[in-house]
C-alpha cells in the first residue's frame, strides 16, 4: 500500500458570493496573519478560500464551503453595526482559465487566469459595489414608493395630504436615505490593487461595465437629487402653513383687543 498522499487539484470553477451583512463592518483590529490586503480587509480561509471584508457593511466570499462560510459569519457578527436579518447577496461562478481572455459574459461566470489575491480583490470590488448599490436602490424606492402619491395628491388639488407629524416623518425618511446612500459606497473609486496591478484594469473595466455599476449610481444620484429637493419643498410647505397660522393668529389678536376696546368705550358711555 502506498504511503504517497496525493494532491488534490484546485478547482477550476468557484462560487463567489457578495453578502449584506449589516449597515457597517469594524475591520479594526481583524487582521490576521493569513491576511491579504487591508482596504478592504482581505484574508484565507481553508485550501481555497478567500474573503473580503467591505467597510459598507458587505462581505464578499469565495470558494469557502457551506461550513466555512457559517463560521466566518459567525465570527463577525460581533463588528457588524446595523445587523440584517436577511441580507441582499449576489452570486456569481468564478472560472479559471490560465488561457484566453479574462472577462464576463452577460449570466455567464467571471474569467479569471488565476485566482491570484490582486485578482480576488478586483472581483471582490466589483461585487460589492453591486451588491451595495442594490440595497440603496431599493431604500431610495421605498421612499419614492411613499412621496409619489403625495406628489400627486399635492398636484391635483393643491393641498398637502398628510398631518404636519407625517409630512415630518417623510422628510425624515428622505433625509436618512440620503445619508445613508450619499457617500457610502465610492462607485467611481476603482479598488487600490489597480495603483499596484494596472494589468488588472481591462477585467475591472468589464466588470464594472457587466454590472452597470456607473449607470447605476447615475441614476441613484439624480433620484437622491429628486429626494433633497422634496424634502426641502415639503420644509418650505410646512414653514409656509406655519406662517399663515401666525398671521392668522395675529389677526385674531388684533381683531379681539379691538373688540374689547369696543366693549370698554361703550361700557363708558353707557355709564355716563
Request: hydrophobic letters at 45%; charged letters at 30%; glycine letters at 6%.
Amino acid at each position: 500500500m502506498s504511503d504517497v498522499i496525493p494532491l488534490v487539484e484546485a478547482p477550476t470553477r468557484l462560487t463567489a458570493r457578495a453578502l449584506i451583512v449589516g449597515d457597517r463592518i469594524d475591520t479594526a483590529g481583524l487582521e490576521r496573519p493569513d491576511t491579504i490586503a487591508l482596504l478592504p480587509l482581505a484574508f484565507r480561509v481553508g485550501p481555497y478560500g478567500l474573503v473580503a471584508l467591505f467597510r459598507f457593511g458587505v462581505a464578499v466570499l469565495v470558494g469557502l464551503t457551506p461550513l466555512e462560510e457559517e463560521d466566518t459569519l459567525a465570527r463577525l457578527r460581533s463588528r457588524v453595526s446595523g445587523e440584517r436579518a436577511k441580507g441582499d447577496d449576489e452570486t456569481a461562478v468564478l472560472e479559471i482559465s490560465p488561457v484566453g481572455d479574462e472577462q464576463k459574459s452577460s449570466g455567464g461566470p467571471i474569467q479569471v487566469k488565476d485566482l491570484s489575491p490582486q485578482r480576488f480583490l478586483v472581483v471582490a470590488d466589483a461585487l460589492a459595489k453591486s451588491v451595495a448599490l442594490a440595497r440603496d436602490e431599493r431604500e431610495v424606492n421605498k421612499v419614492f414608493d411613499v412621496i409619489e402619491p403625495f406628489a400627486a395628491k399635492l398636484a391635483a388639488t393643491g393641498s398637502t395630504p398628510f398631518r404636519r407629524r407625517d409630512m415630518l416623518r417623510l422628510i425624515g425618511q428622505a433625509l436618512l436615505v440620503q445619508h445613508r446612500v450619499s457617500g457610502r459606497v465610492a462607485v467611481e473609486e476603482k479598488p487600490d490593487v489597480l495603483w499596484d496591478r494596472p494589468d488588472l484594469e481591462r477585467l475591472y473595466a468589464r466588470l464594472e461595465d457587466e454590472y452597470e455599476l456607473s449607470e447605476r449610481a447615475g441614476v441613484l444620484k439624480r433620484k437622491l437629487d429628486v429626494i433633497v429637493e422634496t424634502a426641502h419643498a415639503l420644509t418650505d410647505i410646512i414653514d409656509a402653513d406655519r406662517s399663515t397660522r401666525l398671521e392668522w393668529a395675529v389677526i385674531v389678536l388684533i381683531l379681539a383687543e379691538l373688540i374689547a376696546a369696543m366693549v370698554q368705550i361703550w361700557l363708558a358711555t353707557v355709564g355716563h
